[in-house]
Nanobody, 123 residues
Framework: QVQLVESGGGLVQAGGSLRLSCAAS????????MGWFRQAPGKEREFVGV????????YYADSVKGRFTISRDNAKNTVYLQMNGLKPEDTAVYYC????????????????WGQGTQVTVSS
């Protein structure tokens, strides 16, 4: 089993920045791609980005490309989501996910999830 705990969410003005963390425990995730997803009220959970287990490859949704950056520290079993240039439409609960099987952009293909952290961007 894997436990994932997100932190770092909060309220920020448009144009501001936040850094989310996702700490894993239970087993090492050093060989797992890790994903970030978000879910706004009344909407389906959507893909934000994914990072390879080595950390040298990332892929982002078009909506966040150029503004968000995913990184990881395998020694700390932690993955990060740096969010810059935040917009009101980025408001959502952000989740990290582990152990994908298949489509890395499909939330249904991830086995383990954190509880989420709320990000609210005011205009």
């Amino acid at each position: 089993q894997v436990q994932l705990v997100e932190s770092g969410g909060g309220l920020v003005q448009a144009g501001g920045s936040l850094r989310l963390s996702c700490a894993a425990s239970g087993r090492t995730l050093s060989r797992d791609p890790m994903g970030w997803f978000r879910q706004a009220p009344g909407k389906e959970r959507e893909f934000v980005g994914v990072i390879s287990w080595t950390g040298d490859s990332t892929y982002y949704a078009d909506s966040v490309k150029g503004r968000f950056t995913i990184s990881r520290d395998n020694a700390k079993n932690t993955v990060y989501l740096q969010m810059n240039g935040l917009k009101p439409e980025d408001t959502a609960v952000y989740y990290c996910a582990a152990d994908p099987d298949g489509d890395y952009t499909n939330y249904r293909d991830f086995a383990f999830w954190g509880q989420g952290t709320q990000v609210t961007v005011s205009s």
